[in-house]
């Protein structure tokens, strides 16, 4: 299908959609979780001896998401810089906000030329993630 993004460097969706599709100058990305590419793992948990999830770094888990969201953007033709808008999935508002918001300032110290961003405490999400985001960018002529 045309505009149909699958960017090889970044994880593989966890159902059946593609990572990206363009419309028109719009780029509209899949919600994008904190997966290593090369091994699947989530980065950032950690779990017992018995695989059930004990802890998570948010922090660790921020910083994975935006790499991913960067592998989308790149294999896409787009740039950090295109990104428009932001949808941010939080399993934890209250304990983690603080620390994705500091995490995001790293990435986009200038206010003015940062995307819109819209920040949603959710109860879950499809696999044991803290952090998932949904993004659009516009992309250049």
Known sequence: MAGVVRAGGAPKPVGAYPHARRVGQLLFLSGIG????DTNAIVGNVHDADGRLIS???????????A????????SGARWEDLVDVTVYLTDMAGDFARYNTV?????PDVDAAPCRTTLGIDALPTPIAIELKCVAALPD
């Open 56 to 66: 998570y770094d948010i922090d660790a888990q921020t910083r994975a998401v935006f």
């Open 34 to 37: 904190p997966r290593d590419p």
């Open 104 to 108: 995001w300032a790293e990435y986009f």
């Open 68 to 75: 991913n969201v960067r592998t989308v953007l790149e294999a």
